[in-house]
């Protein structure tokens, strides 16, 4: 009997996108032969698989759980193709699902998430099949599970497109629920400047040294030391307000004068922790040619 490794098993998941233990049987099955098994897997699961593999997945859903007590939050993203599949039925329970599962099985990471038992299958197996019945790519993309210090607010927006879970000391569930609906509005980056990556910040002290610079140039004069870095650090701190949650104005105060800063402080509240998913944020869209689509295909045609 032929022995079944690792790398053979990785290598027909990679080809095929079935799961794991499915590729094991059907190259233990093939006696090793990975054409055999990647037919066999064929057989049981159909090529659609295997064909939407490859394929970029920057549409989906954001799906976020909630406990009554709000003591505790799910939310995961999950992708697809295009906007038409994120709107399935079949699509969203599973996204649902999901969210359910991170919550009360609290799995380490996406791969211990794909393992998890789904109905009368696994979470990974009934991906597998939902690509095979629909005839889309679709992917678990991330997920986090938050133990709240306070309660949580959350909130879903734009079809499920941007998803938030806020953990909020203090204040009450319309305050929670507020902060929540801000974080998907302003989309800070971190709660404070002490959130904020050092590069990113001299980053921005680098820009600012350079527009001042240029200022001066185009000037024709030279501006003194004390200003110069005066001006800098002002531009550091203007863009530090507009990416930390706590610097930024509250989106619910139409005249713009209340920070959330300031909000949390008149309720007694503090943010522990946020969490943000935008679908599809940071993932490279393929832009689609119809024109080249069409001459390719009439070419392969009269070939």
């Given at each position: 009997?032929?022995?079944?490794?690792?790398?053979?098993?990785?290598?027909?998941?990679?080809?095929?996108?079935?799961?794991?233990?499915?590729?094991?049987?059907?190259?233990?099955?093939?006696?090793?032969?990975?054409?055999?098994?990647?037919?066999?897997?064929?057989?049981?699961?159909?090529?659609?698989?295997?064909?939407?593999?490859?394929?970029?997945?920057?549409?989906?859903?954001?799906?976020?759980?909630?406990?009554?007590?709000?003591?505790?939050?799910?939310?995961?993203?999950?992708?697809?193709?295009?906007?038409?599949?994120?709107?399935?039925?079949?699509?969203?329970?599973?996204?649902?699902?999901?969210?359910?599962?991170?919550?009360?099985?609290?799995?380490?990471?996406?791969?211990?998430?794909?393992?998890?038992?789904?109905?009368?299958?696994?979470?990974?197996?009934?991906?597998?099949a939902l690509i095979g019945k629909?005839?889309?790519?679709?992917?678990?993309?991330?997920?986090?599970?938050?133990?709240?210090?306070?309660?949580?607010?959350?909130?879903?927006?734009?079809?499920?497109?941007?998803?938030?879970?806020?953990?909020?000391?203090?204040?009450?569930?319309?305050?929670?629920?507020?902060?929540?609906?801000?974080?998907?509005?302003?989309?800070?980056?971190?709660?404070?400047?002490?959130?904020?990556?050092?590069?990113?910040?001299e980053s921005e002290r680098r820009?600012?040294?350079?527009?001042?610079?240029?200022?001066?140039?185009?000037?024709?004069?030279?501006?003194?030391?004390?200003?110069?870095?005066?001006?800098?650090?002002?531009?550091?701190?203007?863009?530090?307000?507009?990416?930390?949650?706590?610097?930024?104005?509250?989106?619910?105060?139409?005249?713009?004068?209340?920070?959330?800063?300031?909000?949390?402080?008149?309720?007694?509240?503090?943010?522990?922790?946020?969490?943000?998913?935008?679908?599809?944020?940071?993932?490279?869209?393929?832009?689609?040619?119809?024109?080249?689509?069409?001459?390719?295909?009439?070419?392969?045609?009269?070939?």
């Amino acid at each position: 009997m032929a022995e079944i490794t690792a790398s053979m098993v990785k290598e027909l998941r990679e080809k095929t996108d079935a799961p794991m233990m499915e590729c094991k049987k059907a190259l233990t099955e093939a006696a090793g032969d990975l054409g055999k098994a990647e037919e066999i897997l064929r057989v049981k699961l159909g090529n659609k698989a295997s064909r939407a593999a490859a394929r970029v997945t920057a549409e989906g859903i954001v799906s976020v759980e909630v406990s009554a007590d709000g003591k505790l939050g799910s939310i995961v993203e999950v992708n697809c193709e295009t906007d038409f599949v994120a709107k399935n039925e079949e699509f969203l329970a599973f996204a649902r699902n999901l969210a359910q599962l991170v919550a009360a099985r609290n799995p380490a990471d996406l791969a211990a998430l794909a393992a998890l038992p789904l109905g009368n299958s696994s979470v990974e197996a009934t991906r597998t099949a939902l690509i095979g019945k629909i005839g889309e790519n679709m992917s678990i993309r991330r997920f986090a599970r938050v133990q709240a210090s306070g309660r949580i607010g959350s909130y879903v927006h734009g079809g499920a497109k941007i998803g938030v879970l806020v953990d909020v000391v203090g204040g009450d569930e319309l305050l929670a629920k507020d902060l929540a609906m801000h974080v998907a509005a302003a989309k800070p980056k971190a709660i404070d400047a002490s959130g904020v990556p050092a590069a990113q910040v001299e980053s921005e002290r680098r820009i600012a040294a350079e527009k001042a610079a240029e200022d001066a140039a185009r000037q024709g004069k030279e501006i003194p030391a004390d200003i110069l870095a005066k001006r800098i650090e002002g531009a550091v701190q203007k863009h530090l307000k507009e990416v930390t949650l706590l610097g930024q104005a509250f989106v619910k105060d139409q005249t713009g004068k209340t920070s959330v800063e300031q909000l949390l402080k008149s309720r007694k509240a503090s943010v522990a922790s946020f969490v943000l998913y935008v679908v599809g944020e940071g993932i490279e869209r393929k832009q689609a040619d119809f024109a080249a689509e069409v001459a390719a295909q009439a070419a392969a045609a009269r070939g």
